[in-house]
């Protein structure tokens, strides 16, 4: 069984969440600059089994998509070409990143450390996947 892979993807920087090989538990692995996470990806599916990659949509309160899913869009289609076999699958990102901050508040993570905007797009990759899970555990 192959772990799932999320992506909370910015024009600047991604934030990477990974779960344990059960799929049970997502955690935050990493924050990669946008132009290096093909190669980052590549690298991690050399040494990891990975059966589903969820990317982070970027939607309105409206349940439109926001400006920014065309980078988002744009970065699945590449995906799509090098890593033809893998699943990849969307989950809404709305409020990921309130979410995100909340959580390092309420864990006692330093203010220095909450406004390093790499520790938020890194929990908000996780909060992705989590949601992603719960939403495939309540399908069954």
């Keep these: ?70 980078h988002v869009e744009r970065f699945v289609g590449a995906f799509k070409k090098r890593f033809p076999g893998m699943r990849l699958e969307w989950q809404d990102e709305r409020f990921t990143s309130k979410m995100a901050m909340d959580a390092m508040v309420a864990g006692g993570m330093k203010k220095s450390d909450r406004k390093k905007r790499g520790n938020i797009d890194r929990i908000s990759a996780a909060i992705i996947l989590q949601s992603f899970l719960e939403e495939e555990n309540n399908k069954v």
């Design 1 to 70: 069984m192959g772990r799932y892979l999320a992506i909370d993807y910015g024009t600047k920087r991604c934030g990477i969440a990974v779960t344990d090989p059960g799929r049970i538990i997502a955690s935050g692995l990493d924050t990669v600059a946008s132009h290096e996470l093909m190669r980052f990806l590549e690298t991690y599916f050399a040494k990891e089994e990975v059966e589903c990659v969820v990317v982070g949509k970027p939607m309105r309160t409206d349940h439109q998509v926001s400006e920014s899913f065309i």
